[in-house]
């Protein structure tokens, strides 16, 4: 379902960031020459119904966004955990979406370690209050993940993560699928940087 990157080609223009968390999906924009990535807009997750996916889908077809980024949150030793397996089926189901809707714009997965915790770090050096940052963590993490990611794209002049795909569907009369929430006790995206 994965695949590589292009090496040597990257898509130029507007980019969407997404951090993806069991509750909340925080979204981020960057400006048309890869500048800068801005915070943009954070969405309830709705695992049941993919709702939120479609909003996310909606936003690129709007700002005719070029490629997506979505963090996928590994551990301190670079390990993958169910966050990462819950990321990666989100990507998944971006793909899919954004396949439906005859959107070509490219997934790509990339390494998110501690975007949230530098989120709330930069969240409470501005001055915001600790129990303000739930309205706003996301999309500032989301913002982290992308500025890595387009700052890495023009240091390598390649494209960076690993490429998702739409999941195959061997039945077609098969409703969209759906991402199952995490059963154990991983922590939520406000504190999932802090693992070891």
Not at 37 to 46: C, E, I, N, Q, S
Not at 122 to 143: F, I, P, T, Y
């Amino acid at each position: 379902m994965n695949s590589s990157t292009n090496s040597g080609v990257y898509p130029q223009g507007i980019k969407l960031g997404v951090d993806v968390g069991t509750v909340r999906v925080g979204l981020a924009i960057c400006d048309p020459d890869e500048i800068l990535a801005t915070p943009f807009k954070t969405v309830g997750r709705d695992a049941k119904k993919n709702s939120d996916v479609r909003v996310v889908v909606k936003q690129a077809t709007e700002m005719r966004a070029v490629q997506i980024f979505v963090g996928l949150p590994k551990t301190m030793k670079g390990e993958e955990r169910s966050s990462a397996q819950m990321a990666t089926e989100y990507a998944e189901l971006l793909a899919g979406e954004l396949a439906r809707a005859g959107l070509d714009v490219p997934v790509n997965l990339v390494d998110e370690r501690l975007s949230t915790v530098t989120a709330h770090r930069n969240l409470h050096e501005a001055g915001m209050s600790s129990k303000n940052h739930r309205k706003v963590v996301d999309q500032v993490a989301a913002a982290g993940i992308l500025q890595h990611a387009i700052d890495m794209q023009k240091a390598r002049g390649t494209d960076v993560g690993r490429r998702v795909n739409a999941p195959a569907q061997s039945d077609t009369s098969r409703s969209a699928p759906t991402l199952q929430a995490s059963s154990g006790p991983e922590p939520d995206s406000s504190t999932r940087g802090l693992q070891l």
